[in-house]
């Protein structure tokens, strides 16, 4: 079992910028990838980004040039920082992680965080 405890959502301005943290109870090294997902009112859940352990990352398309993920390994934390953010990314965002590792044998388990919720006013 990994828990995940996600922090730093809150209330915005469009244009500004937030930092969410997802800190793992499990080295994230024993995690194949990690990554944010988010889901608005009325919408489907939708990849933000994702970083595995080899350091490959990748974004949707509507996030790409203002957030960056990323990770810190020492604090089983891995970071989504939002820049430029617009109203249309208001939504909740939920940490994931997805495989884990234990010796030479990768589990294929799906776990989430409870969610944060990112609101950026316009």
């Known amino acids: 079992q990994v828990q995940l405890v996600e922090s730093g959502g809150g209330l915005v301005q469009a244009g500004g910028s937030l930092r969410l943290s997802c800190t793992a109870s499990?080295?994230?090294?024993?995690?194949?990838?990690m990554g944010w997902y988010r889901q608005a009112p009325g919408k489907q859940r939708e990849l933000v980004a994702r970083?595995?352990?080899?350091?490959?990352?990748n974004s949707a398309d509507s996030v790409k040039g203002r957030f960056t993920i990323s990770r810190d390994n020492a604090k089983n934390t891995v970071y989504l920082q939002m820049n430029s953010l617009k109203p249309e990314d208001t939504a909740v965002y939920y940490c994931?992680?997805?495989?884990?590792?234990?010796?030479?044998?990768?589990?294929?388990?799906?776990?989430w965080g409870q969610g944060t919720q990112v609101t950026v006013s316009s």
């Open positions: 994931n992680a997805v495989g884990v590792w234990v010796g030479a044998l990768l589990y294929a388990d799906t776990f």
């Open positions: 499990r080295s994230i090294n024993s995690i194949n990838a």
């Open positions: 970083i595995t352990t080899a350091g490959t990352t």
